[in-house]
């Protein structure tokens, strides 16, 4: 080999050593500070490509292995893990749906209960089998309200339940 490619290539050897020196310092630095560790966070806070992390087999599995490590913080209170989070914004919003669909209901049986009330104010009162199965339905309407509540409780529950499940799972086969 000439001088001038041995002289390439042993700069080439200490660029690529710097480089996976800085992805292992910043490996290091994400997880002492407990953000969350993924492949572009490493390459960001090394400044470095993320394919550097994907084409060195060993980099890429000292970031997926950090990853799946706990936190090293020490922290105060509970602390929720991200798909605890989104499981929480997901219940929510189910939660939500299910409230705005019972607001519904009952600014409509507001709505009929005025509206039967200026009815009947107004001299025009409908036959006396049109009442009993009006009286009917909404009793039936109701009775379908409960009964969805309660299911959607159960559901709640069956929920929770799993989560608490897959928990003690998570738990028990760590140890």
Same mark, same amino acid.
């Given at each position: *080999?000439?001088?001038?490619?041995?002289?390439?290539?042993?700069?080439?050897?200490? $660029?690529?050593?710097?480089?996976?020196?800085?992805?292992?310092?910043?490996?290091?630095?994400?997880?002492?500070?407990?953000?969350?560790?993924?492949?572009?966070?490493?390459?960001?806070?090394?400044?470095?490509?993320?394919?550097?992390?994907?084409? @060195? !087999? $060993?980099? @890429?599995?000292?970031?997926?292995?950090?990853?799946?490590? !706990?936190?090293?913080?020490?922290?105060?209170?509970?602390?929720?893990?991200?798909?605890?989070?989104?499981?929480?914004?997901?219940?929510?919003?189910?939660?939500?749906?299910?409230?705005?669909?019972?607001? @519904?209901?009952?600014?409509?049986?507001?709505?009929?209960?005025?509206?039967?009330?200026?009815?009947?104010?107004?001299?025009?009162?409908?036959? !006396?089998?049109?009442?009993?199965?009006?009286?009917?339905?909404?009793?039936?309407?109701?009775?379908?309200?409960?009964?969805?509540?309660?299911?959607?409780?159960?559901?709640? $529950?069956?929920?929770?339940?799993?989560?608490?499940?897959?928990?003690? *799972?998570?738990?028990?086969?760590?140890?």
């Amino acid at each position: *080999m000439t001088r001038n490619s041995v002289s390439l290539t042993d700069s080439r050897r200490r $660029d690529s050593q710097r480089r996976r020196a800085k992805v292992v310092a910043a490996l290091e630095q994400l997880a002492n500070s407990g953000t969350e560790i993924t492949v572009s966070a490493v390459s960001r806070a090394a400044g470095v490509h993320r394919s550097l992390i994907y084409r @060195h !087999p $060993d980099l @890429h599995t000292a970031v997926i292995t950090k990853a799946a490590e !706990p936190p090293t913080l020490a922290t105060t209170g509970p602390s929720a893990s991200k798909q605890s989070l989104l499981t929480d914004i997901a219940n929510l919003t189910d939660r939500v749906r299910r409230q705005d669909a019972h607001i @519904h209901q009952l600014e409509q049986r507001l709505a009929d209960a005025l509206g039967d009330q200026v009815w009947r104010q107004s001299g025009l009162g409908g036959p !006396p089998d049109h009442d009993a199965l009006d009286k009917r339905v909404k009793h039936l309407e109701q009775e379908k309200a409960d009964l969805q509540r309660q299911l959607a409780d159960r559901d709640e $529950d069956l929920v929770a339940a799993r989560g608490a499940n897959r928990e003690l *799972m998570v738990r028990n086969n760590r140890s």
